[in-house]
């Protein structure tokens, strides 16, 4: 089992920057697969960003590509999500995600984070 923990979120001007961190626990995080998604008010959950469970591989959504950068460090059990210039519509629930060897993007995650309010003010 894996517990997973976000931290990193808060109050952003639009243009500015922010970087998620999910510590995971429980289970070492080698051979899983992590991803990001978001929650916005009255929407529906969306995929942000996967890194594979060596970090090789990344895939992003098309909103985010060029602004995020998804990474990991698998000594620290640890991957991050690095948002650069942020817009208000990127204001959302941050959740982070991980499934143990799945086929390559994933499309279902076993475990989740509890989330971190990122919040972007025009």
């Known amino acids: 089992q894996v517990q997973l923990v976000e931290s990193g979120g808060g109050w952003v001007q639009a243009g500015g920057s922010l970087r998620l961190s999910c510590a995971a626990s429980?289970?070492?995080?080698?051979?899983?697969?992590m991803g990001w998604f978001r929650q916005a008010p009255g929407k529906e959950r969306e995929f942000v960003a996967t890194?594979?469970?060596?970090?090789?591989?990344?895939s992003y959504a098309d909103s985010v590509k060029g602004r995020f950068t998804i990474s990991r460090d698998s000594a620290r059990n640890t991957v991050y999500l690095q948002m650069n210039g942020l817009k208000p519509e990127d204001t959302a629930v941050y959740y982070c995600?991980?499934?143990?060897?799945?086929?390559?993007?994933?499309?279902?995650?076993?475990?989740w984070g509890q989330g971190t309010q990122v919040t972007v003010s025009s």
């Open positions: 995600a991980a499934v143990w060897r799945p086929t390559w993007p994933p499309s279902e995650y076993d475990y």
């Open positions: 429980g289970r070492t995080v080698s051979r899983f697969s």
């Open positions: 890194i594979n469970w060596s970090g090789a591989s990344t």
